[in-house]
């Protein structure tokens, strides 16, 4: 198979200062079709936007990847696998500029977005969008494209729906609107809780599970989030459940997080991290 590297174009003036990117999952169809939309589109930017479509070869196959996951493999690697090379390349094409990635989940309709604790700016640009939810996901989510700088990926919903598919536009018109490309668009204020992922919550090999709790609902010591065929999984101690499903992962139903404040200083303040160098 011919490799194809990721799909670029610009739009508004000059220098290309922000980028959006769908499509590091290739069965995320909303992220893409977002982008595609403001190609489309006839919008008056103010900035040059670069407008990504990360992975097309795993996009046309409609698999998540086509040799490792895309979005565990950054920094990318120019001489690895080919979802290694293309982290490489995308590195390269969004480095200094904020940006948003676009992706769908199995948890929950809700949108929410993910950032890491090493990229403090990240906390501002993620406040800066309609979402309900910021979650920082560094100490589990080794590889993932937020490490390449002020990347803030949002996830907009259920897994190739077209409300998803439309979240994902909202939530892509507000990051423009928010960082000054779009400025005349209205951005609806949300005020977002912050959490912090701290373990996976894994399943018993082979079992038929149910999920008992909500994404983002607190749980309680003691009570009953899930079952595996008979058997009543209790939680040993409080926790906030982020990507948690039946279905979204194989070995693991999420992971338990705990909530760090209600603005960006807060959690930062909570993680130890110094907005000002984004270190501790």
């Given at each position: 198979?011919?490799e194809?590297?990721?799909?670029?174009?610009?739009?508004g003036?000059g220098d290309?200062?922000?980028?959006?990117?769908g499509?590091i999952h290739?069965?995320?169809?909303g992220?893409v079709?977002?982008?595609?939309?403001?190609?489309?589109a006839d919008?008056?930017?103010?900035?040059?936007?670069?407008?990504i479509?990360?992975?097309?070869?795993?996009?046309?196959?409609?698999?998540?990847?086509?040799?490792?996951?895309?979005?565990?493999?950054f920094p990318?690697?120019?001489d690895?696998?080919?979802?290694?090379?293309?982290?490489?390349?995308?590195?390269a094409?969004?480095?200094?500029?904020?940006?948003?990635?676009?992706?769908?989940?199995?948890?929950?309709?809700?949108?929410?977005?993910?950032?890491?604790?090493?990229q403090?700016?990240?906390?501002?640009?993620?406040?800066s969008l309609?979402?309900?939810?910021?979650?920082?996901h560094?100490?589990?989510a080794?590889?993932?494209f937020?490490?390449?700088?002020?990347?803030?990926?949002v996830?907009?919903?259920?897994?190739?729906?077209d409300a998803?598919?439309e979240?994902?536009h909202?939530?892509?018109?507000?990051?423009l609107?928010?960082?000054?490309?779009?400025?005349?668009e209205?951005v609806?204020?949300t005020?977002s809780?912050y959490?912090?992922?701290?373990d996976?919550?894994?399943?018993?090999?082979?079992?038929?599970?149910?999920?008992?709790?909500?994404?983002?609902?607190?749980v309680?010591?003691?009570e009953i989030?899930?079952?595996?065929?008979?058997?009543?999984?209790?939680?040993h101690?409080?926790?906030?459940?982020?990507?948690?499903?039946?279905?979204?992962?194989?070995e693991?139903?999420?992971?338990?997080?705990?909530?760090?404040?209600?603005?960006?200083?807060?959690?930062?303040?909570a993680?130890?991290?110094?907005?000002?160098?984004?270190?501790?």
């Open positions: 198979m011919q194809v590297p990721p799909n670029v174009t610009v739009r003036p290309p200062e922000l980028a959006v990117v499509g290739g069965d995320e169809p992220g079709r977002a982008v595609e939309r403001l190609r489309a919008l008056s930017m103010e900035r040059g936007v670069k407008l479509i990360a992975n097309p070869s795993a996009v046309e196959a409609g698999e998540r990847y086509l040799e490792t996951d895309l979005n565990r493999s990318g690697d120019p690895g696998s080919l979802e290694e090379r293309l982290a490489a390349e995308l590195c094409e969004t480095d200094g500029l904020p940006t948003l990635t676009l992706h769908a989940t199995h948890s929950t309709p809700e949108p929410f977005a993910l950032v890491e604790h090493t403090s700016a990240a906390f501002e640009l993620a406040d309609p979402v309900p939810h910021v979650v920082d560094g100490h589990v080794e590889g993932s937020t490490d390449c700088g002020t990347v803030v990926t996830e907009a919903g259920c897994q190739a729906t998803a598919a979240e994902a909202r939530q892509a018109r507000a990051f609107a928010a960082t000054g490309a779009l400025p005349d209205d609806p204020g005020n809780d959490y912090l992922l701290e996976a919550v894994e399943k018993p090999p082979g079992a038929e599970c149910e999920l008992l709790v909500e994404n983002f609902q607190r309680a010591a003691g989030f899930a079952r595996a065929d008979d058997v009543e999984l209790v939680a101690r409080p926790f906030y459940p982020v990507l948690m499903s039946e279905c979204g992962y194989e693991i139903f999420g992971y338990r997080a705990s909530r760090l404040g209600d603005s960006p200083a807060a959690a930062l303040a993680l130890g991290v110094d907005p000002a160098t984004g270190g501790a």
